[in-house]
């Protein structure tokens, strides 16, 4: 395995194991009157842990330790939702305004460590549990209509655990994992298909989980938003692209830079953040990168 691979690994696998680290003890933690920030000042986006571009209005929503945060079209600098620091550590848009999340609550909320799937009708500005409150904290999530996959920790075990489920969110499948993941991405055509990122490699699943299969190719984040677009953005920046469904890649790019999220869009256009919170944008499916947003 390639250093910085294995570096991204050992820290997303930390989270995990002792997700206490990114929850209730080093969540930020604003005054709890909520009147006025801290003398310091407001920290900004730090850590990015996921990507999103709302279909009402094109808008790059940023996922990050320190809260949600927004970049309109046509501008570089990204600004707070609502004044929240909620730890969204899973994050994934799924309608115009709609988002679901996952993570650790902002400290003025009076909420568990572990917030379970929450949802957003507001385009984040307010969230309300789904299910799982106080029991699971996603660190992958993703869902294609009702379908969501969401990989992460256990609150009374402290363990890793992989859910589906198939209606929305409300009811909840275990399923066994092939090794700890670090990303996941959806068959746009299928929502029972998926492609998993591990920590040693890639794998395929054609039934929601239950059962997986090695895909070739190096591990790395992943973004498919079109049939012919599989994407992988490794550790060292390298970006590569399937066009048959994980059977074959292709080098595509170079993002230059360690990748900390990915998102795709369309066939073309994805959006990758850098872990010093640079969000790179490419329209032409990885080949060519401009800064889209800076923290």
């Not at 012919?228 to 970006?239: E, I, K, R, S």
Request: proline share 8%; glycine share 16%; hydrophobic share 35%.
């Amino acid at each position: 395995m390639r250093g910085p691979v294995k570096s991204i690994v050992m820290l997303l696998t930390l989270g995990l194991a002792g997700a206490a680290g990114c929850g209730g003890d080093e969540a930020p933690e604003p005054p709890t009157t909520g009147e006025e920030m801290p003398k310091v000042g407001d920290p900004g986006p730090v850590h990015v842990h996921g990507l999103g571009v709302n279909p009402r209005d094109g808008a790059l929503f940023v996922a990050t330790h320190t809260g949600l945060f927004r970049a309109p079209p046509g501008e570089r600098k990204s600004e707070r939702v609502a004044d929240r620091y909620q730890d969204t550590m899973g994050f994934t848009v799924v309608g115009p305004d709609r988002f679901l999340g996952s993570g650790h609550p902002d400290g003025r909320d009076g909420l568990p460590p572990f917030l379970g799937l929450l949802e957003s009708r507001d385009a984040g500005k307010t969230w309300k549990p789904l299910s799982l409150q106080g029991d699971v904290d996603f660190h992958v999530l993703e869902a294609s209509g009702r379908r969501i996959y969401g990989f992460g920790s256990n609150f009374d075990t402290r363990e890793v655990t992989m859910l589906v489920s198939s209606d929305g969110g409300r009811g909840w499948e275990e399923r066994s994992p092939p090794e700890v993941l670090i990303d996941l991405a959806i068959d746009p055509s299928d929502p029972d298909r998926a492609v998993a990122a591990g920590e040693r490699a890639l794998y395929m699943t054609n039934d929601t989980g239950r059962t997986w299969k090695p895909v070739g190719g190096d591990s790395g984040l992943l973004a498919w938003p079109a049939d012919d677009a599989l994407y992988v953005a490794a550790a060292d920046g390298g970006v590569r692209r399937s066009r048959d469904g994980g059977e074959s890649f292709e080098d595509v790019g170079e993002v230059r830079g360690q990748p900390a999220a990915v998102q795709g869009e369309t066939g073309d256009e994805l959006y990758v953040a850098l872990h010093d919170g640079v969000i790179k944008q490419s329209t032409d499916g990885g080949v060519r990168w401009k800064v889209r947003s800076r923290p």
